[in-house]
């Protein structure tokens, strides 16, 4: 027969345990959540389902693409291997320019088209995110 002292300690223990795995399972659902996935303009192209969660989107701004009218920027992030169209208000990182490593952070409209929040451009003019830098590897090859 169990005594008293020990159901309650057991008991207790389980409850510990149990609240354990309750904010685990709450942590992990709110950082799911806020989970930015990076692609390339090629990943883009070979999705079999375009998503309506935020995205990241990395390559070069091409050549001759930027488009400024009075507060919106168009331009053409590419890997070399496909492209894609991107749509953009707000302030443009003093980074940013053709020929230059840009991160866009918004939502795919199409397998062409992308509307930007956010431009990350915070690292000096030689450095290039490794995500990008690896996607464009691998479309180069």
């Not at 935020?54 to 168009?74: C, Q, Y």
């Not at 291997?81 to 939502?107: C, D, M, Q, T, W």
């Amino acid at each position: 027969m169990i005594s008293k002292k020990v159901k309650l300690r057991i008991t207790f223990l389980f409850l510990l345990f149990l609240s354990l795995v309750l904010i685990v399972f709450l942590i992990l659902k709110s950082l799911e959540e806020n989970v930015v996935y990076f692609k390339s303009p090629t990943e883009i192209q070979n999705l079999s389902e375009l998503t309506k969660k935020k995205v990241r989107i990395g390559g070069m701004v091409k050549k001759n693409s930027i488009e400024i009218m009075s507060n919106e920027i168009n331009f053409v992030i590419t890997d070399y291997k496909n492209e894609i169209r991107v749509k953009y208000s707000g302030i443009i990182p003093n980074l940013f320019e053709e020929g230059k490593g840009v991160v866009a952070e918004g939502f795919i409209q199409d397998r062409r088209f992308f509307i930007a929040n956010k431009i990350l451009a915070k690292h000096d003019e030689n450095y290039m995110p490794p995500e990008v830098k690896e996607a464009l590897e691998t479309n180069n090859d």
